[in-house]
Structures are given as structure tokens and as C-alpha cells.
């Protein structure tokens, strides 16, 4: 009898030491993935859905990636292009941002969708900063804004500067024509003596160059050619035919800004996929890393979960033993 009380007395010991789930899963599940969900494999649990979660994000960053690749090849000869419309304007006209004038429109380029970099943020600040600095008591600033993203930044504190907002205008492959009507639809409905453009001009897949393109208004440019400045070369120039020098002005007034808006949203639609590249090579590269973080991590708490179940089995076994 002394016998058999001894072995109920360990055995209750040994119960008390070691769950009977724990003995369960030791001994007949082959894997950790087939243990039942407890304190002890929780923890592995929640590390595999996050390595789960963190491989799908990989592949879709990747695969934008790919993607803003694809379109950038596209359009990169388009923009290059494009730079020969303006050049000539500016040669002409020229580009003299720091005439005075007393009624600016800033005309606002951003993308409609996100995960760019900051290229939208960047063209907003900008744009803020010209407002300011063509403010005044005798002034007016006015927006013009072309990208969905630009749109949603601006209208928290200047909705009532805004004259025109246009967006989804990538949806399509751009032409010169779609853009000669926005710009003809522009400079019938505002009124101005400066149209600021601001956009990103693009230099390579990693770098863009926020720049700022003035178009003065015709008479602001008759008035700076009679009173001999920068533009006081156009008095040089024989005009032929029945026009006159104020609808000459006005033609190559217009034709301008259209041939600068064209090139401007072709400059800011490569540097805005560049810079998606960019970001989403830098997303995957970091989804690499912590995927191998996590992996270290779910190997030791699987490790350290299988050791300590065979510690409790040794010690089990050595008190029914001993």
C-alpha cells in the first residue's frame, strides 16, 4: 500500500508540474503549426501572420514598382520632346519672374494618386510661398489647380483663392491638343497679369527639380518692352501683315502658356512615376529587412517554445522516475 500511495503522490506532482494539454501536443502533434493555440504558441501564431501580411505587401510594392517603370519608358521621350515647344518663347518673351504685376494666378501641377515621395508636397509649398510673396494691399493671388493631391492640400486654407480645380487629366495619354484647350479654358475664366506655373521637372529617376515658369500677360509685356527692360529687344522686330502689335502679343501670349502647361504636366507626370519607383524600391528593400527580422524572430520563439516543452517532459519524467 505504501508503494502505491507513493506512485499517487508523485503522479500528482507530476500533474501539477505539467499542464495535460502541453503533455498532449508533445507528444502526438508532429509540427508546431498543428499545436493547439495557448500560451505558448501565441506568440509564434501572431509573428506568422505578420510574415504573411509583410510578404503581400512586398509583392505589391514590387509589382508597382514594375509598373511605374513601364509607364515612366513611355513618357520620358515625350517630356524630353516637349522642351523644344517653350524654347523658343523664352528666348523671345522671355521667363522674368520678378516683374511686378498686381494680379497672379499660381497654376498648381501635382499627380491624383499617392505614394510618389513628396513631389505634391513639395509644388504646394511652393505654390504657398508665391502666394505670399505676390500678396499685398494693391495684389491679388488666385489658384489654378491641375492633380487631385494638390487639391486636397490646398482647399484646407485657401479654398476661397481657388479659381480652377482640374484633376484626372493622366487618366488618359496627354496630347498637345487636350492641354491647349485646358489652357484656352484657363485664360478665358481668370483674370491676370502673371501665370505662375509650378511643377517638377524631371532629371533622372532619382531626381526632379521643382521649377517655377512665368507667362506675363500682354499688356504687362507691352508695358516692360515700352519701358525698355529685359523685353525691350521686341521693339526690334518688323511686324508684317495686317495685325497689330497688341494681337500679335496675344497669340504668342496664349501660344505659350499652352506649350509651357504642356510641357510642364509632361515634366511633373515623369517625375511623379520616377519617384514611385523610387519609393516603391525603397518599400520592398525595406519589407526584405523586416521579413528577415521576423523570421529570426519566429525561429527563436519556435525554438525556445520546443525546448522548453522538452525541459517540462525531462522533468516529468525524471520525478516519476526518481
Known amino acids: 500500500m505504501s508503494a502505491m500511495a507513493a506512485l499517487r503522490r508523485e503522479g500528482k506532482r507530476f500533474a501539477t508540474l505539467l499542464p495535460s494539454h502541453s503533455i498532449r501536443s508533445s507528444l502526438s502533434s508532429p509540427s508546431l503549426d ?10 509564434t501564431q501572431i509573428v506568422r501572420n505578420r510574415m504573411k501580411s509583410v510578404k503581400n505587401i512586398q509583392k505589391i510594392t514590387k509589382a508597382m514598382k514594375m509598373v511605374a517603370a513601364s509607364k515612366l519608358r513611355a513618357i520620358q521621350t515625350r517630356t524630353e520632346n516637349s522642351r523644344g515647344l517653350w524654347q523658343p518663347f523664352t528666348a523671345l518673351l522671355g521667363d522674368t519672374p520678378s516683374v511686378g504685376v498686381k494680379k497672379t494666378v499660381v497654376v498648381t501641377i501635382s ?24 500678396s499685398g494691399p494693391d495684389k491679388e493671388t488666385k489658384y489654378v489647380i491641375l492633380g487631385e493631391k494638390a487639391k486636397a492640400q490646398l482647399t484646407r486654407d485657401s479654398k476661397k483663392d481657388i479659381e480652377i480645380i482640374i484633376t484626372e487629366l493622366q487618366k488618359n ?14 485664360l478665358k475664366n481668370v483674370e491676370y497679369d502673371a501665370l505662375r506655373i509650378v511643377f517638377n521637372k ?37 511686324i508684317e501683315g495686317g495685325d497689330t502689335k497688341s494681337e500679335i502679343l496675344q497669340n504668342l501670349a496664349e501660344f505659350q502658356f ?13 517625375s511623379e512615376q520616377g519617384a514611385r519607383m523610387s519609393a516603391m524600391d525603397s518599400s520592398s528593400r525595406n519589407a526584405g529587412d523586416m ?8 525561429n527563436r520563439t519556435r525554438q525556445a517554445s520546443i525546448t522548453t516543452e522538452l525541459i517540462e517532459i525531462i522533468s516529468g519524467a525524471s520525478a516519476l522516475t526518481g
Not at 34 to 43: D, T, Y
Open 202 to 238: 524631371f532629371e533622372s529617376v532619382v531626381s526632379f527639380l521643382p521649377t517655377v515658369s512665368t507667362v506675363l500677360s500682354p499688356e504687362v509685356v507691352e508695358r516692360e518692352a515700352e519701358a525698355g527692360g529685359k523685353l525691350g529687344e521686341l521693339d526690334s522686330y518688323e
Open 111 to 134: 499627380s491624383d494618386k499617392g505614394l510618389c515621395g513628396g513631389i505634391n508636397s513639395t509644388s504646394v509649398k511652393i505654390s504657398r510661398v508665391l502666394s505670399k510673396l505676390n
Open 34 to 43: 498543428q499545436a493547439p493555440v495557448g500560451a505558448r504558441s501565441i506568440s
Open 173 to 186: 495619354p496627354l496630347n498637345y491638343t487636350q492641354v491647349s484647350v485646358l489652357a484656352d479654358d484657363i
Open 291 to 298: 521579413l528577415d527580422r521576423l523570421t529570426l524572430t519566429y
Open 258 to 270: 499652352s506649350c509651357v502647361m504642356f510641357n510642364a504636366v509632361l515634366e511633373n507626370a515623369c
